[in-house]
């Protein structure tokens, strides 16, 4: 082949020596810039090799003369932050949740930070801008099963609420009615129910519902269909709904009953992380002013019962 070699009269360049059917091809050197950038990468690839983690091992993989990680940049980071963070952490630490709207700089940065908490454990089921669906409250309204001011919203944060391995957690219970009031019944205290937020006018049903709800409802609910907070029991007549306002959906809650369950957060995060998630659940718009006298509304299970029973 190399006998075969010669030089091309067109172009001046050598051919390569081989040929098929009249064609032969050129044999052109690589440009020097190329050639050059070709050896500095590899030369770079070995001295990375040299001084950072590379080559793979069985459990892990060269460490390089630098010991440099990218996890132990990390941690650098993050301690760096925290040390940063750490004089309004503790301040955040030390003053009471029930107090915390009154010194502004300390709640607004509470508020912030309770907003990247919240995009990391609360955004699943209340959505990212904490707008709730079926099932799962809006947090931007007024409207609080349990209460809506600082030390409420941080309650239920802190202990869940039906978490059956927790004795502080929010607790309440509606009982199921299928089988225990007839289906007139039901169809009927579905219509008074819904005439209470203006959904359906008053009618002879509503009126018959009324007083099945007052025989079986009113204990929890309150005469007005207003609702008790100390029992988690809702208000039905504001016109918010958390499983649906429509008839079949309220047919279904009182035949079925509802059980919605949150975690309890004091068992995952650290006390300053739940005080922030509280402060920006609070800022949301349906936040309520610290009564003067803070109590936690817990529902005691023996009241329900009685209530139930009632």
Known sequence: MA????IDEPTGTQTVGHEWDGIEELDTPM??????????TIIWGLAYVVLYPAIPMANS????????????ELETEMKAETLRRAPMTSA???IPVEQLANDERLYQAAVEGGRAAFKVHCVQCHGSGAAGSKGYPNLNDDDWL????????HFTLEHGIRQPDHDQTRFSQMPAFAGVISNNEIDAVTSYVRSLSGLEKASAKSAAGATTFANNCASCHGADGKGMRDLGAPNLADG??????????ITTTINQARYGVMPRWN??????TIKMLAAYVHSLGGGEATPAAVAPLVADPARVAANVAN
């Open 61 to 72: 993989a060269t460490q390089g003369v630098l010991n440099w990680t990218s996890r132990g």
């Open 31 to 40: 440009p020097r810039w190329w050639v050059i950038s070709f050896w500095a």
């Open 267 to 272: 068992n995952r995060l650290d006390p300053v």
């Open 146 to 153: 349990w209460g809506g001011d600082l030390g409420a919203v």
């Open 92 to 94: 955040l630490a030390a």
């Open 240 to 249: 918010i709904w958390l499983y649906g306002g429509d008839a079949a959906s």
């Open 3 to 6: 006998d075969n070699k010669r």
